[in-house]
């Protein structure tokens, strides 16, 4: 090997906690402030163009709707998460029953199905001119009015198709806290007098509340960033009034700042799972570990379908709908098909590729340097995930339109960013980055620091000792990082509706417009193709979760730590 280069100089001889001073901290910087900008922009477009007639208006007007149905619609997906996924996580990790090694896999599957998708291959089953309702008037006679139907094109509906979609990342969680309870401290328990239930409850649930809260905050996110089911059922949240506001009426300002209260919205609800996960207490498992009660004859019959029913609604039936209306109405691939194809695997591979390389560089910074400054840019750089795509997407466009500015008065011409690849790709970056970074993260700290210590008394440069120490190990995670942004992408809808060139749609788009145009036979085969491509990095969750699993019957497992938000976001989409 080499002698020590220059830069590693710098990174050893610095003490921890002092500033930029490397290349590698300058990296750190440009990749933050390249996250930032859209947020920072948002900010400057929101207070520069408001004055106190407009925001007397939004809070006399939209506002309170706004919020109020967001809140409705929130606390409602909550609802329905903590009863399907805590649950079947405790269905499935205190008890065994008929087909348990198979549910608590096949559980995970709705990941694959993204909300809207569910939207709409529901709306056209449940719909009064829908197979269901259609051959329930036949049997009866009835007529359209003559008898009650839940309306699926609602708020309550809305909130469990999106808890449908959601409820895997508290169901993976909370199964896995759950594998881990004492069974010494329920023996104490019980022996005090406690009955079951509050053994439950005072035993096995605290130990599982931080895991659960996390994953809740990440379905929280993720409901309050969600357009494409709110818009097609016309419920008024947040996403729904700033795509109206921007696109129907085009106002930016009320766009900028009703994206910016959603914004603060989504940074208290993490400000608020870190300050609770810094209240619970964590308590060490014994190394007895709890046993499993085996279920069988009505019990066990009955433990068994209350897990099918959440994988038959929200994978089984409609992608069986799907199929039926692609069938029914003849739908088939044709070229337009495969030109919105490519062009969205087009789009996710050069996020991938921009991603992938950028967390990479930041995680091996954080690692290298140790130092808070780097720690807390990284951090920064990771926020984007926490944005939704139609706030990031009014942020961006007054970056690009600076940009733009600023090329054509030093350029001599006339250039535009706006509505363009790069534009949408700009999006995928900063929204995606923390996908990536997450994973490789937890790839890096499993790495012995033993192995840099020992490379670097060999002469080792930073750069060599990525290419043979740490590469090699990395490059299963880092192709796990790259095939999730990919899907990621391909599934992003608010993001690319609004920034895409002219004339150039994916499948997230055209099967988004073709549902709004109640084109529902048409939606189906682009919903499909997302829902297939969504099924591989599921299919690799599934397998690692099976082995951890496996792992946590078998073994006692460490006691359990504080997961955050970003973190439980990694390992239920990549274990």
């Known amino acids: 090997m080499k002698p020590d280069s220059s830069l590693r100089d710098a990174v050893d001889s610095r003490p921890a906690g002092h500033g930029v001073r490397t290349p590698l901290d300058w990296l750190v910087v440009a990749i933050a402030l390249f996250i930032l900008a859209p947020l920072v922009a948002l900010a400057w477009v929101a207070f520069s163009g408001a004055n106190s007639d407009s925001i007397t208006h939004l809070l006399d007007t939209v506002l309170p709707r706004y919020a109020l149905t967001s809140a409705a619609l929130l606390a409602l997906v909550i609802l329905f998460v903590l009863l399907l996924g805590v649950g079947a996580g ?14 608590e896999v096949c559980m995970i599957l709705p990941l694959a199905m993204p909300a809207f998708v569910l939207a709409y291959a529901y709306t056209d089953f449940l719909d009064p001119s829908g197979p269901l309702q259609a051959g ?54 019980q022996s005090l007098g406690v009955s079951g239930l509050q053994v439950w409850w005072r035993v096995a649930w605290p130990v599982a509340r931080p895991a659960v809260v996390a994953g809740l905050v990440l379905v929280s996110m993720e409901t309050l960033a969600d357009f494409g089911t709110v818009s097609f059922f016309a419920v008024d949240t947040f996403t729904a009034g700033i ?41 060490a498992r014994s190394a007895r570990k709890a046993a ?45 098909h495969l030109i919105w194809a490519g062009n969205s695997a087009m789009l996710s591979a050069i996020a991938a590729c921009l991603i992938v390389p950028m967390a990479l560089c930041v995680s091996y910074a954080v690692r290298l340097t140790s130092t808070r400054w780097t720690a807390g840019l990284a951090a920064i750089a990771g926020a984007g995930y926490a944005v939704p795509g139609i706030v990031l997407g009014v942020g961006l466009l007054a970056v690009v339109g600076s940009a733009d500015q600023l090329i054509s008065r030093f350029g001599g011409g006339t250039f535009l960013l706006g509505g363009t690849i790069a534009a949408v790709t700009y999006a995928y970056c900063v ?4 996908v990536a970074q997450q994973g490789l993260d937890a790839s890096l700290k499993r790495i012995s620091p033993s192995m840099d210590a020992s490379a670097r008394t060999l002469g080792a440069s930073p750069i060599e000792m990525l290419r043979r120490v740490h590469w090699p190990m990395l490059r299963p995670s880092v192709a796990t990082a790259a095939l999730l942004v990919f899907v990621d992408c391909l599934k992003e809808l608010p993001a690319t509706l609004v920034l895409r060139p002219f004339n150039f749609d994916t499948l997230a788009v055209v099967a988004y417009q073709f549902a709004s145009d109640e084109r529902l036979a048409e939606a189906a085969v682009p919903s499909l193709v997302i829902v297939l491509v969504g099924l591989l990095p599921v299919l690799v969750l599934a397998r690692s979760f099976r082995l951890i699993g496996s792992r946590s019957d078998q073994a006692p497992i460490a006691p359990q730590r504080p997961v955050s938000a970003g973190i439980a976001a990694t390992r239920a989409k990549a274990a």
């Open 243 to 283: 795509y109206r506001a921007w696109q129907g009426m085009g106002d930016r300002s009320t766009a900028a700042m009703l994206s910016l209260a959603l914004l603060i919205v989504v940074l208290s609800l993490l400000a608020l799972e870190r300050r609770q996960r810094g209240r619970m207490a964590f308590h």
């Open 431 to 434: 929204r995606f980055f923390a």
């Open 90 to 103: 405790w269905v499935v990790a205190a008890y065994d029953f008929p087909g348990r090694s198979l549910l």
């Open 292 to 336: 499993v009660r085996r279920l069988s004859g009505w019990s066990g019959a009955m433990a068994c379908l209350a897990c099918s029913i959440p994988v038959l609604f929200g994978f089984v039936i409609p992608a069986c709908l799907l199929i039926q209306a692609a069938i029914t109405h003849s739908a088939s691939l044709d070229l337009r």
């Open 136 to 189: 329930l008037r036949q049997m009866t006679g009835w007529s359209i009015g003559q008898y009650w139907f839940p309306t699926v094109r609602s708020l309550p509906g809305a909130a469990f198709l999106l808890a449908l979609a959601l409820y895997p990342y508290v169901y993976m969680l909370a199964r896995n806290a759950f594998a881990e309870r004492s069974e010494s401290l329920g023996e104490a328990a």
